[in-house]
């Protein structure tokens, strides 16, 4: 049985360096291909974290100073918590839309009307930069 296992290995020997090799030499082309793309991609995720977190902070600002909810949560009308005004800003730039937490009043419907709209351009925008990298 040790002899089977012996002469398998010694015969897969060379197979096995080829595909190490392979994917040495994969990786190595593809970090350095990455560090060009480091720079927009950054810029993106700030762009992206810096919406969501005014958006979240609008929304929870909107409702705490309203008289009235200005959302729905789970299908009932009530006052958001900070986390779920960042959850929303986050779902709503992402266009993800789950539907568990939506617009009521006309002013929460054009403030996540604006956020998609800057999600929309934010993300052809920042795929363009990223893109305009490539063809440098």
Do not use: W
Request: proline content about 2%.
């Amino acid at each position: 049985a040790m002899t089977v296992i012996s002469l398998t290995a010694f015969l897969a020997a060379a197979d096995i360096s080829i595909i190490l090799l392979d994917t040495a030499i994969l990786s190595r082309d593809f970090f350095t291909n990455a560090s060009h793309y480091a720079k927009p991609a950054f810029a993106f995720f700030t762009c992206y974290s810096l919406i969501t977190l005014i958006f979240g902070c609008l929304y929870t600002t909107l409702d705490r100073f309203s008289n009235t909810p200005n959302f729905f949560v789970a299908g009932a009308a009530r006052t958001i918590t900070f986390g779920e005004g960042i959850y929303l800003s986050l779902v709503t730039l992402s266009t993800v839309g789950y539907g568990d937490l939506s617009a009521r009043s006309p002013v929460a419907r054009i403030l996540v009307s604006v956020e998609i709209f800057l999600g929309v351009l934010l993300l052809l925008f920042g795929v363009q930069a990223i893109l305009a990298r490539e063809r440098r």
